[in-house]
């Protein structure tokens, strides 16, 4: 059983940079291809962007493409969404997820999540 613990959310104005960690425990991290989420309210739960196992090859959501930046230390049992130009409409909860074998990007191919953390974006 793994177990994610996000952190790093907060409040923070348009155009500002905010990085979200997520801590793994309880299973072999560097087996799991690693993914974050969003949910605004009222809304589903969103692909933010993935990244394999081994961090060779990562994806992203066409909406944080080229703004946002997922990345991993297996060492430290960590992976990190990095934030930059960051918009009102990414306000969500940030969720990260943890899944083995294939890689994906739907929210219900990944067996482990997160609590969640709020990312705020004011105009």
């Known amino acids: 059983q793994v177990q994610l613990v996000e952190s790093g959310g907060g409040l923070v104005q348009a155009g500002d940079s905010l990085r979200l960690s997520c801590a793994a425990s309880?299973?072999?991290?560097?087996?799991?291809?690693m993914g974050w989420f969003r949910q605004a309210p009222g809304k589903e739960r969103e692909f933010v962007a993935a990244?394999?196992?081994?961090?060779?090859?990562?994806y992203y959501a066409d909406s944080v493409k080229g703004r946002f930046t997922i990345s991993r230390d297996n060492a430290k049992n960590t992976v990190h969404l990095q934030m930059y130009s960051l918009k009102p409409e990414d306000t969500a909860v940030y969720y990260c997820?943890?899944?083995?074998?294939?890689?994906?990007?739907?929210?219900?191919?990944?067996?482990?999540w997160g609590q969640g953390t709020q990312v705020t974006v004011s105009s």
């Open positions: 997820a943890a899944k083995d074998r294939r890689v994906a990007v739907s929210a219900g191919d990944y067996d482990y």
């Open positions: 309880g299973g072999t991290f560097s087996r799991f291809h």
């Open positions: 990244i394999t196992w081994s961090g060779a090859n990562t």
